[in-house]
């Protein structure tokens, strides 16, 4: 894909997690797996976590696809470490909002670090997928229902 027009900084920061992966190797002691794709654009990614005391304690990705999909698990994964389940859900909750364009505070983003940088897919509707797949995966690895 071509990342013409975003913001310099921006696309350097999204090309350095896709090329260094924060976090990205599997966990042997993962206590929730799940593996998700988006078919439009072929990427896979399979999360795992080890939940201990209602916390993300470590989590892990391995799988293939994009840029964006590379660089959005990369950063969440830094984002979510260490954080609760509630935590990590309302991060979630507020990314979907985010690319989806919806109004959030700038409050609200500073929680999610670099991952707030991706809300300039919005620029780019068909990547919107790319961006929320691995957060629709730790939603679904940590028993959240489809609810939007
Ligand atoms: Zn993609």
New binding site residues.
Partial sequence: MSLAGLNNLYREVILDHSEHPHHKHSLPNATNKITLK?PT???VINLEIEVSDEKIADIGFTGE??T??QSSASMMTDAVIGKSINESLEMAHIFSDMVMGKKHSETDLTKLGDAAILSSVMQFPA?I??AT?CWWALRKSLGEEDDD
């Fill in positions: 988006n654009c072929g990427d696809g994009c964006i999909s990547r997928k790319c797949l």
